[in-house]
């Protein structure tokens, strides 16, 4: 049985950081990704990174500011968030995929390349 367990969200006010963690179990994962969403809104791609490789992704939007990290040995993956902004206001979700087909962009970065979802975090930046 998969499992994604997420942690660390919270309230924040701009400009301060907070660190997400997702613990992965269940299966063999090629890769681990992070996305957010608002209500109302499309779940949107904030970064990912594989598995056995260090192939890192990020959105343009949070690009320079978040890092995402992983520990094998922990089965964990991290998202340091830096420099916050009200506009990063969302629920994250952890992501994870053991496929190894699809890797182009396309299915990095939306929803369609990823199988397995965690419940969410919710991070709050305030003004």
């Known amino acids: 049985q998969v499992q994604l367990v997420e942690s660390g969200g919270g309230l924040v006010q701009a400009g301060g950081s907070l660190r997400l963690s997702c613990v992965a179990s269940g299966r063999t994962f090629s890769r681990l990704g992070w996305f957010r969403q608002d209500p109302g809104k499309e779940r949107e791609f904030v970064s990912a990174?594989?598995?056995?490789?260090?192939?890192?992704y990020y959105a343009d939007s949070v690009k320079g500011r978040f890092t995402i990290s992983r520990d094998n040995a922990k089965n964990t993956v991290y998202l340091q968030m830096d420099s916050l902004k009200p506009e990063d206001t969302a629920v994250y979700y952890c992501?994870?995929?053991?496929?190894?087909?699809?890797?182009?962009?396309?299915?990095?970065?939306?929803?369609?390349?990823?199988?397995?979802w965690g419940q969410g975090t919710q991070v709050t930046v305030s003004s």
């Open positions: 990174i594989n598995w056995s490789s260090f192939g890192t």
């Open positions: 992501a994870a995929t053991g496929n190894t087909y699809r890797s182009d962009r396309f299915y990095i970065t939306t929803k369609y390349g990823y199988d397995n």
